[in-house]
């Protein structure tokens, strides 16, 4: 089993910056990706960034130039830092990682990922 514990988010103005951060615990070993998305209320979850073997990254095109995703393994962290924020970011983020190596499974949804953290709300004032 692995535990996913997110932290960071927060109020922040337009144009303002955030990093949120992912804890992990468990049976990290097993971990072959890892990504965040994002759920305002009343849409679906959307997938925003994902990172694949330490350093293969995606993003959503909503956040391209925007937010960078990455991996501290030496601490067990992921990151999302999130700059030049836009009212329309404002959601909560959910940390998610996943067992099985890229290619067995692409991560295009969430049942790709196996982990879920609690989340984290994000809102961004206008």
């Known amino acids: 089993q692995v535990q996913l514990v997110e932290s960071g988010g927060g109020l922040v103005q337009a144009g303002g910056s955030l990093r949120l951060s992912c804890t992990t615990s468990?049976?990290?070993?097993?971990?072959?990706?890892m990504g965040w998305y994002r759920q305002a209320p009343g849409k679906e979850r959307e997938l925003v960034a994902s990172?694949?073997?330490?350093?293969?990254?995606k993003y959503a095109d909503s956040v391209k130039g925007r937010f960078t995703i990455s991996r501290d393994n030496a601490k067990n962290t992921m990151y999302l830092q999130m700059n030049n924020l836009r009212p329309e970011d404002t959601a909560v983020y959910y940390c998610?990682?996943?067992?099985?190596?890229?290619?067995?499974?692409?991560?295009?949804?969430?049942?790709?990922?196996?982990?879920w953290g609690q989340g984290t709300q994000v809102t961004v004032s206008s």
């Open positions: 990172i694949f073997g330490g350093s293969a990254t």
């Open positions: 468990g049976s990290i070993f097993s971990i072959k990706a």
């Open positions: 998610t990682a996943g067992a099985a190596p890229y290619g067995t499974r692409w991560y295009s949804s969430p049942r790709d990922f196996d982990y």
